[in-house]
């Protein structure tokens, strides 16, 4: 079983709708929670990152994340079409677990006119 | 603002042949951290360096070194190609500080493609 999942979609909906990506992991180390965005045969770029419990907005994007449930979560408002992409959840459990990157295998969304 | 630059782009390579993929960081980014990324997976962590010095290491083949030189550029060397190495390669930078290092940015990836 992988330390991250994610429902990998793909995910569609009409412009304008509120978007819900999601993530669990099991490792209890993971402190840092960051939301990546990759467009087809691009790299990852960074939307959010959090660290410990509780919702950082910025813009259209909200991320939340619950330690308890080892539950992340990023919220899309007023969804565009330039928005279709894959989402990468990403965590990291510093310091014993250094700073790599634990992915999710990424959601596509898809928003359509 | 400067982003990470990773060089080449596209690499083609036949089975047996050696290939070399540079990474040039953010400026005053000081950790660079190079991930494999197969057909429709996510990126596999396979080695890092801060300060010149190897400072986590992760799925990554015997086949393949790398190293980080005293401009913080890195290179990852991958010997003895195989059809199965064809993926994306990331080079991703941070800067220093302890939240900071968690933060980490990436380049638009070299595709390599074993022949």
């Known amino acids: 079983q992988k330390e991250v999942e994610q429902d990998p979609g793909p995910l569609s909906v009409p412009e304008g709708a509120i978007v819900s990506l999601n993530c669990t992991y099991s490792n209890s180390a993971f402190q840092y929670f960051m939301w990546y965005r990759q467009y087809s045969r691009k790299g990852p770029e960074l939307l959010m990152y959090?660290?410990?419990?509780g919702n950082k907005e910025d813009g259209r994007f909200t991320a939340q994340v619950d330690k308890s449930s080892k539950y992340i979560s990023l919220f899309i408002r007023d969804s565009q079409p330039s928005d279709s992409a894959t989402y990468l959840c990403?965590?990291?459990?510093?310091?014993?677990?250094?700073?790599?990157?634990?992915f999710g295998t990424g959601t596509q969304l898809k928003v359509e006119l | 603002a400067a982003g990470v630059i990773q060089s080449p782009r596209h690499l083609i390579k036949e089975k047996r042949e050696t290939a070399t993929l540079k990474c040039y960081p953010i400026?005053?980014?000081?950790?660079v951290y190079w991930y494999q990324q197969g057909p429709g997976q996510d990126p596999q962590f396979l080695i890092s360096?801060?300060?010149?010095?190897?400072?986590d290491k992760g799925s990554i083949p015997d086949r393949f070194s790398a190293q980080q030189f005293s401009d913080y550029h890195s290179e990852l060397n991958m010997s003895s190609l195989e059809l199965g190495d064809s993926a994306l390669y990331f080079c991703a930078s941070s800067s220093p500080g302890q939240l900071a290092k968690n933060i980490q940015y990436f380049g638009a990836g070299t595709r390599l493609s074993v022949l």
């Open positions: 959090t660290y410990s419990s």
């Open positions: 360096f801060y300060e010149k010095m190897q400072s």
């Open positions: 990403a965590m990291s459990a510093p310091p014993g677990g250094g700073n790599k990157l634990t």
């Open positions: 400026p005053r980014h000081d950790t």
